[in-house]
């Protein structure tokens, strides 16, 4: 469909259904518009089956259905600028189910997931090059130390630029405007006045660091998003395209420090003034919160206002207390990131959790391990917190503190060894270490196998053993696994006469005896829907699969459905799609059939069903010759 233009064929649909007037309701689910006409004798099916890019037309549900495949989520947008009906189609992770904080870690995980193989590489080259610098190999004022520095500290410090990225793609931002707007906000003057009184206009307010912040950015792009479409929608088409941009940095830059600044900075003085009571008449209660709670503090930008205290401490006294319950909180969270690392079924998350677990201990760097291993997984971060808590509790106990500022971490160990008991600051760190290792190891996520190292099968937790990854091609070939575990069924015999036709591609129907469902290949998510109930992949090769979740299911609107993965994500083979309630689907009375099509099956030699009778997801189904 490289060649259709999708605002003439969304043009030519509407005339062709009988205009706008003759629709009620219009929505589409993976492969089909879903119209509701209110008098179905004005549509010109055959007019409509004839436009190039629609694959047929049927009618079922009291719908009106026009088959485009995966490119429908466009023509629906091409709808929307031409009627009332339609628009952009919201990507499934703006669905997100479960509570508030649920959601927070699922858009965290999406919005960090683009970059964490280059945080993960960053965070071992700081690692490494601390460890050069503490041996004696580099002096910190060579150049060569200052330009490594900077190659390996250049993506921590400039992170809202990369977060402005990843945010807009999700909240539907322009992506140069949020990076207009981030480099603001780690503008040279603005940095300047970090810790100061500013004005904007005659309206006064505190400035803070916004190096190296998530938050802040993450809620700038995502006001932006709205003002963007609003401003798209009332300025002239003559000055649209450069006022739209031009509007939003202008109102954003300052409505992000007016607001997120000082917000950020009086919750981060009320904090620092709450622990440094706390010192004062319960030193273990303010370990443990410490040493719990610091990487969530790191996480929301609150540390910035209990670092001058630090500072201020070192200055002062000669050394900080509030320091030394940091060493068993990073170093808990880094023990977690290695117990994953070890056991988790998913080789993927190992290779992140490996260098982050590494750059944990040895430099105090916890950012790749945190936003790409921790917290998209809940379990280990609490575990994480739980060790931190009880190890700052110790640590604070034993009268512990820093002699000088430095990275908590194995590398900074030193600082930590005149002041108090040393003894007891290595016990509690120890004690931190154990819990959150032993805590994750045995009760956190094993997670999905998703590919085999070096020919070894994986096993899943049902104990299915895994297959090798379909993203690998050696031989001009591709194998699809099976989606679920149940019973398969011939394409022909699906009750849906465009996939049982054949007209969204071969493949193949399982009907499912688990409520999970897995990726069939290692690829991209171009298509998540937000009802949950269909997902398109495209493996690095080219192949582009449709994973379609029940009968009609879209009229479900997303119950009986959880999304695990969001559009725009990197997936291997096996790996968590999407959690279904099959129950929930049948008392709808919708069968729960899960349907898998090689969409592009007509730029490929051959694509042939292989899995029959009772299989196991992960298990060959499809055989794809290139």
């Known amino acids: ?29 993976a492969t089909r518009l879903r119209l509701t006409l209110r008098d179905d004798a004005k549509a010109n099916t055959a007019a409509v089956e004839k436009l190039p890019g629609v694959i047929t037309v049927m009618k079922a549900g009291g719908q009106y259905q026009v088959v485009i495949g995966n490119d429908v989520p466009t023509v629906f947008a091409e709808l929307g600028k031409i009627s009332r009906f339609g628009g952009d ?36 080259f700081k690692a490494f090059l601390a460890l050069a ?32 990225i990843t945010a807009a793609k999700r909240f ?58 609003f401003l798209l929608k009332i300025l002239p088409s003559a000055i649209r395209n450069f006022m739209t941009p031009l509007l939003a940095m202008a109102i954003m830059v300052p409505l992000t420090l007016l607001t997120v600044g000082p917000a950020t900075i009086f919750l981060a003085n009320g904090l620092s003034s709450g622990i440094t009571a706390m010192f004062d008449f319960a030193p273990w209660l303010a370990g443990a919160v410490m040493g719990g709670f610091w990487q969530v503090f790191v996480v929301f930008g609150l540390h910035w206002g209990l670092i001058p205290v630090m500072l201020n401490e070192i200055a002062t ?34 290779e992140v959790a490996f260098p982050a677990a590494f750059s944990g201990f040895l430099a105090g760097v916890t950012e790749p391990g945190i936003y790409g291993v921790n917290l998209p997984l809940k379990k280990p971060f609490y575990f994480g917190i739980a060790g931190g808590a009880i190890g700052g509790a110790i640590v604070a106990m034993g009268g512990s503190a820093a002699n000088a500022f430095v990275f908590p971490s194995l590398i ?17 760190t120890a004690v931190a270490i154990a819990i959150a290792f032993l805590l994750t190891f045995f009760f956190g996520p094993r997670e999905t196998p998703d590919t085999v190292d070096a020919g070894v099968p994986g096993k ?51 009907i499912p005896e688990q409520d999970t469902v897995h990726s069939p290949v290692s690829g991209t998510v171009q298509v998540a829907m937000k009802t949950g109930h269909a997902y398109g992949l495209k493996t690095d090769s080219g192949v582009e699969v449709l994973v379609h979740i029940g009968i009609d299911t879209v009229q479900m ?16 083979a096996g790996e968590l799609l999407a959690t279904i309630d099959r129950a929930k689907i049948k008392d709808a009375g919708f069968s729960d059939m899960t349907i898998m099509v090689v969409t592009n099956t007509k730029n490929l030699t051959a694509v042939v069903p292989v899995g029959q009778g009772h299989l196991d997801h992960g298990v060959p189904a499809l055989d794809i010759e290139l």
């Open 1 to 29: 469909m490289a060649s259709v233009n999708y605002r003439t064929l969304a043009a030519d649909i509407l005339e062709g259904v009988g205009g706008e007037k003759n629709i009620a309701t219009a929505t589409h689910c």
């Open 89 to 124: 189609d919201a990507p499934a992770e703006e669905a997100a189910k479960g509570n508030i904080f649920n959601r927070f870690i699922q858009m965290i995980s999406a919005i960090f997931s683009p970059i964490l193989w280059p945080l993960a590489a960053a965070g071992l």
């Open 133 to 164: 610098g503490n041996l004696g190999w580099l002096a910190p004022e060579d150049s060569t130390y200052v330009i490594l520095n900077a190659a390996a500290d250049a993506l921590f410090y400039f992170l809202p630029l990369f977060l402005a």
């Open 172 to 229: 539907k931002a322009n992506q140069f405007t949020a990076m207009a707007i981030a480099g603001s906000l780690v503008y040279p003057s603005i940095v300047a006045l970090n810790g100061t009184q500013a004005n904007f206009a005659g309206i006064p307010f505190s400035v803070m660091n916004y190096t190296s912040s998530v938050i802040p950015i993450i809620v700038a792009v995502w006001l932006q998003g709205y003002l963007e479409r």
């Open 317 to 350: 006294t000669g050394y900080s207390v509030m320091m030394a319950p940091l060493l068993p909180a990073v170093l808990a969270q880094s023990a977690a990131m290695l117990a994953v690392a070890i056991r988790s079924n998913s080789a993927k998350r190992r």
């Open 412 to 428: 900074g160990l030193p600082a930590f060894a005149t002041i108090g008991s040393f003894i007891t600051l290595l016990i509690g």
């Open 460 to 510: 899943a937790d049902g104990g299915t053993a895994a297959t090798p990854s379909a993203a690998t091609i050696a031989t001009g070939s591709v194998k699809v696994l099976a989606p679920v575990t149940g019973t398969a069924v011939a394409l022909s015999e699906v009750p849906d006469k465009v996939f049982a036709s054949g007209a969204m591609g071969a493949g193949l129907a399982i």
């Open 557 to 572: 609107k997303g119950e009986g459905f959880t999304s695990a993965v969001t559009r725009g994500q990197r997936v291997e």
